[in-house]
Protein backbone atom coordinates (compact mmCIF):
# COMPACT_ATOMS: atom_id res chain seq x y z
CA UNK A 1 0.00 0.00 0.00
CA UNK A 2 1.53 3.26 -0.78
CA UNK A 3 0.94 5.98 1.08
CA UNK A 4 1.30 9.66 0.09
CA UNK A 5 2.95 12.43 2.14
CA UNK A 6 2.97 16.40 1.67
CA UNK A 7 5.54 15.99 -0.47
CA UNK A 8 4.41 13.58 -3.35
CA UNK A 9 1.65 16.00 -3.46
CA UNK A 10 3.32 19.01 -4.03
CA UNK A 11 6.00 17.20 -6.48
CA UNK A 12 2.81 15.86 -8.53
CA UNK A 13 1.34 19.22 -8.70
CA UNK A 14 4.27 20.61 -9.96
CA UNK A 15 4.58 17.88 -12.55
CA UNK A 16 1.18 18.51 -13.71
CA UNK A 17 1.69 22.63 -13.75
CA UNK A 18 5.08 21.66 -16.13
CA UNK A 19 2.91 19.66 -18.40
CA UNK A 20 0.04 22.09 -19.04
CA UNK A 21 2.97 25.17 -19.65
CA UNK A 22 4.24 22.45 -22.07
CA UNK A 23 0.88 22.19 -23.71
CA UNK A 24 0.53 25.94 -23.99
CA UNK A 25 3.79 26.08 -25.36
CA UNK A 26 3.51 23.71 -27.95
CA UNK A 27 0.04 24.62 -29.15
CA UNK A 28 1.17 28.50 -28.87
CA UNK A 29 -1.57 28.98 -26.47
CA UNK A 30 -1.20 32.49 -24.67
CA UNK A 31 -4.39 33.14 -23.72
CA UNK A 32 -5.30 29.62 -22.29
CA UNK A 33 -5.72 29.76 -18.40
CA UNK A 34 -5.81 26.71 -16.81
CA UNK A 35 -7.40 26.27 -13.51
CA UNK A 36 -6.48 23.19 -10.68
CA UNK A 37 -10.13 21.92 -9.68
CA UNK A 38 -8.18 19.36 -7.09
CA UNK A 39 -5.94 22.33 -6.08
CA UNK A 40 -8.94 24.86 -5.45
CA UNK A 41 -10.29 21.49 -3.50
CA UNK A 42 -7.08 21.11 -1.28
CA UNK A 43 -7.21 24.92 -0.28
CA UNK A 44 -10.99 24.95 0.57
CA UNK A 45 -10.42 21.62 2.42
CA UNK A 46 -7.24 23.60 4.04
CA UNK A 47 -9.20 26.96 5.01
CA UNK A 48 -12.19 24.75 6.38
CA UNK A 49 -10.11 23.04 8.59
CA UNK A 50 -8.01 26.17 10.01
CA UNK A 51 -10.58 29.32 10.44
CA UNK A 52 -7.08 31.34 11.69
CA UNK A 53 -5.62 30.63 7.93
CA UNK A 54 -8.87 31.95 6.38
CA UNK A 55 -9.26 35.17 8.76
CA UNK A 56 -5.71 35.84 7.92
CA UNK A 57 -5.95 35.42 4.18
CA UNK A 58 -9.15 37.50 4.14
CA UNK A 59 -7.41 40.01 5.93
CA UNK A 60 -4.29 40.09 3.47
CA UNK A 61 -7.10 40.53 0.62
CA UNK A 62 -8.85 43.40 1.81
CA UNK A 63 -5.42 45.00 2.50
CA UNK A 64 -5.13 45.12 -0.91
CA UNK A 65 -7.83 46.60 -1.95
Known amino acids: ?7 SLIASTSDDHDDINALSDAFSLKA ?3 IDIAREARLNTIMARW ?3 RELTA ?3 WDRQ
Open 51 to 53: PLL
Open 32 to 34: FHY
Open 1 to 7: MKTENAF
Open 59 to 61: AQE
